[in-house]
């Protein structure tokens, strides 16, 4: 840090030399592209087409600028800020542990759902493969295997575990790259033809839904504590994989789009793959389809090696019992944070469905941004620091207040009844904070803490019960829209 960092950073940052700094450049662009790209593009393509028409490539556009300051601040947070957690360190580190323990929590309940919810998904798409599994006994035994199966791989290492991500990340973009590159002969340019502008609207509308099919990059920066030199890989990975996202994305919706025209709004559920039947016939349909589970299955391979990390975080400042922070001592990696974790999310993907799954979407992403982004503020103005000389650009103070305001014309936008409940409670903990905390830093296990988990957990069973009402598909783009990987 610039200056003497208080104590409580810096045996958090003792705790954290015992893991192994082993994620470079190529493994966080890998994990943070598979974090975003998911599932979702293979629907997401029809969505905007049924609003803008031919001029849906152009939302793609407006979204990706957009993101460059939203990526921007988790670049500077991310190279001044080194503490395993990413978003909940970099809050933390700025606003203190009780602030940071909010930020932390709203971003553990959102993830281990959609997890549960995803790894329900892939069970129910290997049933279709394979009419053998999709028995309910066969069912829990595959879902098993995928968590199990991914805990030995992260229990191993980081390097295992991130290169397990950097191989389903191939695996999960090779459809996407075969309908690319083999569609994009097939085009047709009457297709993509538009006469007039589109109105402001409906095209921030559109931008809108594919913000939440381009964030991820928070669920990637979660193990920042074992990322090599983070001043410098996390920036350039930040950027490397905002630029090779935007462009399969908007390639994709080029060859949907000219290959279908104006049919491409008529295929809601699944209209890669009726594209793709279009010049590859059903060899074309069946392989996007499968696409989409492997998509399915590289998001898991992606949260189980960053989620559990957020454990580990909570374990090593106090808010769980440091049992949690083991290390283990031969791999040194968080063994009891990983299997903990696993073992939430089995429990979850038994007890419930897609739809009871699907909960504190778009209000709450847009909660965790908005707190990286004041965070991140606060980290320049107090030039804070960890490891080397952070990222830094003349003009750089200006970036997170636009992305703020961004952020709330965003919300404005998208909030339901619900998600306007969820920010309402959120950020009334956090203002609550000064009447709460005596001087200096509170513990975050002291007892308004441990109601505010009760708080949290109360809100996303609230929200469940408002997710059953939205449409299947809504749910997949909205709700996991980054998380279906």
Avoid at 104 to 129: D, H, K, P, R
Avoid at 244 to 251: A, E
Avoid at 412 to 421: D, H, I, L, N, Y
Wanted: hydrophobic share 55%; with cysteine.
């Amino acid at each position: 840090m610039a200056d003497e960092s208080p104590a409580w950073i810096q045996q958090e940052e003792r705790i954290d030399h015992q893991l192994v700094r082993g994620i470079g450049v190529p493994a966080l662009t890998a994990n943070i592209v598979s974090s975003t790209i998911g599932a979702g593009i293979f629907v997401i393509p029809a969505t905007v087409a049924k609003g803008l028409g031919s001029a849906a490539p152009l939302a793609f556009v407006c979204c990706a600028i957009a993101m460059v300051l939203f990526v921007t601040c988790f670049a500077i947070a991310g190279s001044r800020v080194s503490l395993t957690g990413g978003l909940y360190a970099y809050v933390e580190v700025a606003f203190g542990r009780y602030v940071g323990f909010l930020a932390g929590m709203l971003y553990f309940l959102t993830a281990i759902g959609a997890v549960a919810g995803v790894v329900n998904v892939l069970a129910n798409s290997v049933a279709l493969v394979v009419p053998l599994l999709g028995g309910p006994i066969m069912r829990i035994v595959v879902m098993f295997a995928v968590y199990a199966s991914l805990v030995l791989i992260n229990i191993r290492g980081v390097r295992q575990g991130a290169g397990a991500v950097t191989v389903i990340t191939v695996a999960k973009l090779l459809p996407l790259l075969l309908f690319i590159g083999v569609g994009i002969f097939f085009i047709h340019p009457t297709n993509l033809a538009w006469s007039s502008w589109p109105g402001s609207k409906s095209l921030g509308d559109a931008v809108i839904l594919l913000i939440f099919a381009f964030v991820g990059i928070e669920v990637a920066l979660i193990p920042s504590g074992e990322v090599k030199n983070p001043a410098r890989t996390v920036p350039r990975s930040a950027y490397l994989a905002l630029v090779v996202t935007t462009i399969i994305y908007l390639m994709i919706q080029l060859v949907a789009q000219g290959t279908l025209g104006g049919e491409l709004a008529k295929y809601p559920d699944a209209p890669l793959a009726e594209s793709a039947a279009k010049f590859l016939g059903n060899l074309g349909r069946t392989i996007l389809l499968a696409g989409a589970s492997i998509s399915a299955f590289g998001f898991v391979t992606s949260d189980i090696l960053s989620s559990p990390r957020m454990i580990f975080a909570f374990g090593r400042d106090g808010a769980l019992p440091q049992f949690f922070a083991h290390v283990h001592p031969r791999y040194r990696s968080p063994d009891v944070a990983i299997i903990t974790y696993a073992t939430l999310a089995f429990a979850l993907s038994l007890s419930g469905t897609f739809e009871q799954l699907a909960v504190l979407s778009n209000v709450a992403v847009l909660l965790m941004y908005l707190l990286c982004c004041a965070a991140c503020w606060i980290l320049v103005q107090r030039d804070v620091r960890s490891d080397g000389e952070p990222f830094s650009f003349p003009g750089m103070k200006i970036v997170p207040a636009l992305a703020i305001v961004g952020i709330f014309r965003a919300q404005v936008r998208c909030a339901s009844r619900a998600g306007k409940r969820v920010s309402i409670v959120v950020v009334g903990q956090a203002l609550r904070l000064p009447a709460l905390r005596p001087a200096g830093e509170a513990p975050p296990y002291s007892w308004f803490v441990r109601v505010d988990w009760w708080t949290l957990a109360a809100i996303r069973v609230y929200s469940c019960g408002h997710a059953r009402q939205l449409p299947r598909r809504v749910l997949f783009v909205s709700a996991f829209p980054k998380r279906f990987d």
